[in-house]
């Protein structure tokens, strides 16, 4: 464990946010060097100004290279696109919009600016293809079906501040299988040595919005009892830790009048909140007890509490008892609640996430 672990951010790692920015637009790729090339890892692509691993010139061919995947696969439908606070996501946005513009794509981005759980971009697609007629479609089918549409999230999810991160959800909503990843990434990587049709920069967008936070956060009642969880009068902690989930959970609370303290309201692009990781770096990494410390240590305030990373795909689950639980103990759990409270799933049906998790 690095001596910072667990303490707060000290100002020397903190970053310098407008030339980490300049950084993005300046720095030119070479794809002869592997670490400069498009690389998808989980569904996305991340990487960082400092060694050329994402750029805006990244952006464009990754961005490109989607248009032309999902007009290969029939994909006619709106891109809903999120993003989170990392300080390149704002930057990656406007470089994606400009050349998703050019290609005449259908464009849907969240209100006055605002950011996007990953999970909240998943369920404004299946809303959608699921009015379309999709919600029993699967792979070639759902693709081709009429009007599907697809997401885009910018977000390197609990990597430190300097990275960008840019992933694609195919129609079925969750992250892209790595076929489709892998035919994105080495059409962007062909494309990273030309040039990328784009709509003048700093243009205003052609964009339109819709309050993606607010539909999920209306759908949630179909899913969740809200009466059991006002009834057992539970005092509930929550630290968005400075990511996109922060107007999501003020949502949910006032929606649904539960007993929810936010711990964290503060967005700071250099996440200098933040209580320093086992190795000395700032991750927004809400499995790790170092980078967890803060809601950790006011665990005897809270019945429940629990953290997310910036994109909102992760948990921590705070409890005074054990204080930070292992995520995967929790899946467990909520998975052999719901095979024996869901009445309407099949006998057949299984649950499947990592090794890890499915193992326990």
């Given at each position: 464990?690095?001596?910072?672990?667990?303490?707060?951010?000290?100002?020397?790692?903190?970053?310098?946010?407008?030339?980490?920015?300049?950084?993005?637009?300046?720095?030119?790729?070479?794809?002869?060097?592997?670490?400069?090339?498009?690389?998808?890892?989980?569904?996305?692509?991340?990487?960082?100004?400092?060694?050329?691993?994402?750029?805006?010139?990244?952006?464009?061919?990754?961005?490109?290279?989607?248009?032309?995947?999902?007009?290969?696969?029939?994909?006619?439908?709106?891109?809903?696109?999120?993003?989170?606070?990392?300080?390149?996501?704002?930057?990656?946005?406007?470089?994606?919009?400009?050349?998703?513009?050019?290609?005449?794509?259908?464009?849907?981005?969240?209100?006055?600016?605002?950011?996007?759980?990953?999970?909240?971009?998943?369920?404004?697609?299946?809303?959608?293809?699921?009015?379309?007629?999709?919600?029993?479609?699967?792979?070639?089918?759902?693709?081709?079906?009429?009007?599907?549409?697809?997401?885009?999230?910018?977000?390197?999810?609990?990597?430190p501040p300097e990275d960008g991160g840019f992933k694609y959800n195919p129609p079925n909503g969750g992250p892209a299988d790595t076929d489709v990843t892998t035919w994105i990434q080495d059409r962007a990587n062909q494309l990273l040595i030309g040039a990328v049709r784009a709509t003048p920069r700093g243009r205003p967008s052609a964009?339109?919005?819709?309050?993606?936070?607010?539909?999920?956060?209306?759908?949630?009642?179909?899913?969740?009892?809200?009466?059991?969880?006002?009834?057992?009068r539970l005092r509930i902690g929550v630290d968005p830790m400075g990511g996109a989930s922060l107007a999501a959970w003020a949502a949910i609370r006032d929606r649904y009048g539960l007993d929810l303290t936010i711990v964290n309201d503060r967005v700071d692009p250099r996440f200098g909140f933040m209580t320093v990781d086992h190795d000395?770096?700032?991750?927004?990494?809400?499995?790790?007890?170092?980078?967890?410390?803060?809601?950790?240590?006011?665990?005897?305030?809270?019945?429940?509490?629990?953290?997310?990373?910036?994109?909102?795909?992760?948990?921590?689950?705070?409890?005074?008892?054990?204080?930070?639980?292992?995520?995967?103990?929790?899946?467990?759990?909520?998975?052999?609640?719901?095979?024996?409270?869901?009445?309407?799933?099949?006998?057949?049906?299984?649950?499947?996430?990592?090794?890890?998790?499915?193992?326990?």
């Amino acid at each position: 464990m690095h001596p910072l672990a667990g303490h707060p951010a000290p100002a020397d790692l903190l970053i310098d946010v407008a030339a980490l920015e300049r950084a993005y637009h300046e720095r030119r790729p070479d794809p002869a060097v592997p670490v400069e090339r498009v690389s998808f890892g989980t569904s996305g692509h991340r990487g960082t100004p400092g060694n050329g691993s994402f750029t805006a010139a990244h952006i464009r061919a990754i961005t490109q290279a989607i248009c032309e995947y999902r007009a290969g696969a029939g994909i006619t439908g709106p891109l809903f696109v999120g993003k989170d606070t990392h300080a390149l996501s704002r930057a990656a946005e406007r470089t994606a919009l400009e050349v998703l513009e050019a290609a005449g794509v259908d464009v849907v981005v969240q209100p006055g600016d605002g950011y996007t759980p990953t999970p909240v971009v998943s369920h404004a697609i299946l809303e959608w293809n699921g009015n379309r007629g999709g919600a029993g479609l699967r792979g070639a089918e759902l693709r081709s079906a009429p009007g599907m549409a697809d997401g885009i999230v910018i977000t390197p999810s609990h990597n430190p501040p300097e990275d960008g991160g840019f992933k694609y959800n195919p129609p079925n909503g969750g992250p892209a299988d790595t076929d489709v990843t892998t035919w994105i990434q080495d059409r962007a990587n062909q494309l990273l040595i030309g040039a990328v049709r784009a709509t003048p920069r700093g243009r205003p967008s052609a964009a339109r919005s819709e309050d993606m936070t607010a539909q999920y956060v209306d759908d949630l009642a179909a899913a969740i009892d809200f009466d059991a969880i006002r009834g057992a009068r539970l005092r509930i902690g929550v630290d968005p830790m400075g990511g996109a989930s922060l107007a999501a959970w003020a949502a949910i609370r006032d929606r649904y009048g539960l007993d929810l303290t936010i711990v964290n309201d503060r967005v700071d692009p250099r996440f200098g909140f933040m209580t320093v990781d086992h190795d000395g770096r700032i991750r927004m990494d809400c499995s790790s007890p170092a980078a967890m410390a803060s809601l950790v240590g006011l665990k005897d305030r809270f019945d429940i509490a629990c953290g997310n990373d910036p994109d909102a795909d992760r948990h921590g689950i705070v409890t005074p008892s054990v204080g930070l639980m292992n995520p995967n103990h929790y899946l467990a759990v909520a998975i052999h609640y719901l095979r024996g409270h869901r009445p309407g799933w099949p006998a057949g049906a299984a649950v499947g996430k990592t090794l890890v998790s499915s193992a326990i």
